[in-house]
């Protein structure tokens, strides 16, 4: 059954403190991308990358780092330098040019 | 600046009535546009996509409308059932997508 995994669901944070959210999809795109959603706010792009081993800044990137080492894996680490983490993150993929694919989300929280 | 507005942050109506959301754009020029569901708590589900050629699209009770003169879109839900009640989102094909703020509609019974 295809589709992408996100983990965990739930994430505590204390300040100071980087922590690393995982985002698996097993449909064999090559896009994936890593969004942030807060309250009454759409979704805003963070990072994303069109193939292995190549990622690109979205449109608020600064206290974020992701690598994708692999197809099928896009991990998103939230760095002390991100001020307000506190947010529900989603992970996506999609085919060129067709509709994304989310996870589950994870809701992360500043402890 | 670019803006995409959705028509209002929550729309309820009665089992059975057409829901109609709507979705506003500036400063975009979009080859296609998209309509997601998404119940609390989960990541948004695809619905349709509908590209600036097409003037409608249908999917069972779904019907998206796209006028690239007015920069906006509909989406309507026919004899809309309680079970349709969720937040909708359009989305933009940019660079990437963009994501509008979404509209919550209730579905009452």
């Known amino acids: 059954d295809g589709g992408i995994t996100q983990s965990p669901k739930y994430l505590f944070r204390k300040e100071g403190q980087n922590v690393t959210l995982s985002c698996e999809q097993n449909?064999?795109?090559?896009?994936m991308y890593w969004y942030r959603q807060d309250p009454g706010q759409g979704l805003r792009l963070i990072y994303y990358?069109?193939?292995?081993?190549?990622?690109q800044k979205g449109d608020i990137a600064e206290g974020y780092s992701v690598s994708r080492e692999k197809k099928e894996s896009f991990p998103l680490t939230v760095t002390s330098a991100q001020k307000n983490p506190t947010a529900f993150y989603l992970c996506?993929?999609?085919?060129?040019?067709?509709?994304?694919?989310f996870g589950s989300g994870t809701r992360l929280t500043v402890v | 600046s670019q803006k995409i507005e959705q028509n209002s942050e929550a729309l309820n109506i009665q089992e059975g009535k057409t829901a109609t959301l709507t979705c506003n754009y500036t400063?975009?020029?979009?080859?296609?546009l998209q309509w997601y569901r998404q119940d609390p708590g989960r990541g948004p589900v695809f619905l349709l996509l509908?590209?600036?050629?097409?003037k409608e699209k249908r999917k069972e009770r779904l019907k998206v409308t796209f006028d690239t003169t007015l920069k906006q879109s509909l989406f309507h839900i026919t004899a809309s059932q309680p079970a349709d009640s969720a937040t909708y989102l359009c989305?933009?094909?940019?660079?990437?997508?963009?994501f509008g703020p979404g509209t919550r509609l209730s579905v009452l019974p």
């Open positions: 996506a993929s999609s085919p060129q040019g067709y509709g994304y694919t």
């Open positions: 449909l064999n795109h090559d896009a």
């Open positions: 990358s069109q193939i292995v081993n190549d990622f």
């Open positions: 400063n975009y020029s979009p080859a296609y």
């Open positions: 509908i590209r600036e050629n097409e």
């Open positions: 989305a933009l094909a940019s660079q990437n997508f963009v």
